[in-house]
């Protein structure tokens, strides 16, 4: 079972400006996930869909929540269920989507071993038309290839 978190985001002066940016960009190289996730999807004709996101795992919530305050975008926090070989309560933060693109606009100039990934995660979210919705004719094929090719691409990179 995964509990959801309720944290306010607010401007943390602790670290000011850039500074803030380069210190969470520094974590999120270390202990952070940027992927495409493949979902199941009733309403889509394929079956499935395509999703940026970017994961923050950790065993202290206050470090998760001091990120969340640095780059001032809100995501999703949730206290996963420990398990009996777990010593330690564990938390991940979860940005999805436009906000998983914000976060990785905000980060990228100060990313290093996930530069690569973050540019590629942009270069997705920007050419896919992932926010277009397409009715009953679903998206075209040749944008679904394209999607397909990101998602694999980004895979390959980890």
């Not at 943390?12 to 210190?23: C, M, T």
């Not at 001032?72 to 269920?81: A, C, F, H, K, S």
């Not at 309560?89 to 071993?113: C, M, N, T, V, W």
Request: glycine content about 8%; some cysteine; hydrophobic content about 35%.
């Amino acid at each position: 079972m995964t509990i959801r978190i309720k944290h306010t985001t607010t401007k943390h002066q602790r670290l000011p400006g850039n500074l803030g940016l380069s210190y969470a960009a520094g974590m999120l190289d270390g202990e952070g996930c940027i992927c495409i996730a493949k979902t199941r999807s009733a309403q889509s004709k394929n079956g499935y869909n395509y999703r940026l996101r970017v994961i923050a795992s950790q065993n202290h919530l206050r470090t998760l929540t001091d990120f969340q305050d640095l780059v001032g975008i809100e995501g999703l926090l949730y206290q996963i269920t420990r398990s009996p070989q777990a010593h330690r309560d564990q938390f991940q933060l979860i940005y999805d989507g436009d906000k998983a693109a914000e976060l990785l606009s905000a980060l990228q100039p100060y990313l290093g071993r996930k530069q690569s990934e973050a540019v590629v995660a942009l270069q997705y979210q920007s050419a896919c038309e992932v926010n277009r919705r397409f009715g009953r004719a679903g998206c075209p094929d040749s944008l679904w290839k394209l999607r397909e090719s990101y998602y694999r691409k980004l895979r390959s990179m980890k």
